[in-house]
Structure formats: C-alpha cells, structure tokens
C-alpha cells in the first residue's frame, strides 16, 4: 500500500506546487486556485484508485512522465477557469500545454525504450490526452463558439454510452491513428489559444479537426457493432419438426395428427 500510493502523493505535491508557482507568476486567482486544487484532487485519486486496481505498485519511467503531463494539464485548466473571469496569462498557459505536447511524444517512446508498455500506461495516457483536449476546447469556445466543446466532450460522452450500451465496452484493438488524431487535436487547439491566425483559417482547421474526430470514433463504434455478442437461439431440428404434432382444422372439428 505505501508503494501504490507514494506516486499520487509526488502528484499531489508537484500540483499544488505548479499553482503556487502560477499564482505567483501569473496572478492565479481564488477561481484557478479552486479548480487546480479540484482537478490535482481527482486526478490523483483516480490514479490511486486505478493503481491499486491494477495491481501496479510503482509507476514506471514512461508513468511518471504522464503523472507530469497530467499535473501541467491541471495547471492549464486553472488558467482556463481564470480566463472566464479575468484577463489570463495567455504566454503561461501555451507555455504548459506545448511542454505537456511535447511530454505526449517522449511517454510513449520511453515505454517502448524500457519495454514497460502496460494497459494501464495507455489508458493513463489515453485519459490525460482527452483531459488536456477538453480543458483547450474550453478555452478556445471563448473566442470561436460554443461549438468548439464538442471536440473536448467527445471522450466523456463516449464514456456515458459505454455506461448504457454494454457492447461498447469491448475491448478494441490498439489503433494508432487514434493517438495520430489525439496529437492533431492538440496542436490544432494550442494554435487557436494561441491566436495568431485569422479567425477563418482556425474555424476550418478547428472543423477538419472534429470531423477527424468523428471518423475516429465512428471506426471505433463501428467495430464494436460489428463484433458485438450476439444472442445465439437453438435451432430447430427437422427431426425435431417431425416429432412436433401437425393440427388439421376442417369444418368445426381440430384434429390433431402426429407426423410418423
């Protein structure tokens, strides 16, 4: 139990450590104070959560780097929170996201280098990726629409599918291009954060963005339809067909004859 929990700890410590930092650098106020501290809270937790469950005791060199990319997601969505209210550090917040970018590129190779590649290392990277996703489209719907949510809410929404239709809860095979989109969507919306483009150029680049995301999730659900468990009823014999009684109606009367 002390080795499942010393990483979430070091996560808790690094993320309250980033808000002190960014309210001293960036003038966090009492709104981003309170959203960092609720997301460093849960993110942490679940990791304990789904550490224990897993059965791992200690996160691994590619682990700890997305323990990293989390904590700085966190920091991106207390200056997010504070963009609603005030004027927030816009250079700050591009700073974070691109490290955590970049940071996306290095976990996954450094697994492959130290063959430590687990499922939970890919779920881990695969929930900080679409936290990172959501906290952005947030920040780029204050300028473009509130349209641009779809793009972070796509994940959760397939969460809460998977909660009513069980067939979506199949295990699908690992696909690459995922990550591809994942990557693409990231850079798209740091772009639009960044706002250094004409507000046409990002609206199509934000549109091509979502309809890659819909092709991926749509490929995702469409093999999942189509390798879903399929209730299997027994078939009837022809033997059995002659076992079973034929009924003869004529006039009033039912007669009932047994074939053979």
């Not at 492959?112 to 929930?127: L, N, Q």
């Not at 779809?150 to 959760?156: L, N, Q, S, V």
């Amino acid at each position: 139990m002390r080795a499942v929990h010393t990483r979430p700890v070091i996560g808790l410590s690094a993320g309250f450590a980033l808000l002190a930092v960014l309210a001293r650098t960036a003038g966090l106020s009492a709104v981003g104070w309170a959203v960092g501290i609720v997301c460093v809270v849960i993110m942490n937790a679940i990791l304990a959560r789904a550490l224990a469950y897993h059965g791992a005791g200690v996160l691994g060199p590619a682990g700890r780097v997305t323990l990293t990319r989390a904590t700085l997601t966190c920091g991106v969505a207390a200056l997010t929170a504070d963009s609603f209210w005030r004027p927030a550090s816009v250079t700050t917040l591009l700073a974070l996201t691109i490290v955590a970018l970049v940071l996306d590129a290095v976990d996954g190779w450094l697994a492959r280098r130290t063959r430590t590649v687990s499922a939970f290392g890919a779920r881990f990277d695969m929930e900080v990726d679409a936290f990172l996703i959501l906290v952005l489209s947030g920040y780029v719907a204050r300028s473009t629409g509130a349209w641009v949510l779809a793009i972070g809410a796509a994940r959760y929404a397939f969460v809460v599918a998977r909660w009513l239709l069980p067939w979506l809860r199949a295990t699908v095979p690992p696909r690459y291009w995922g990550k591809v989109v994942a990557a693409i969507l990231g850079i798209v919306l740091t772009v639009a954060a960044a706002d250094v483009l004409p507000g046409y150029v990002v609206a199509a680049a934000l549109v091509a963005s979502l309809a890659l995301l819909a092709e991926s999730f749509g490929r995702e659900v469409w093999w999942l339809w189509r390798h879903r468990p399929v209730e299997q009823r027994p078939a009837v014999t022809a033997a059995a067909q002659l076992r079973q009684p034929r009924v003869v109606r004529r006039g009033r009367a039912a007669v009932e004859v047994r074939n053979g």
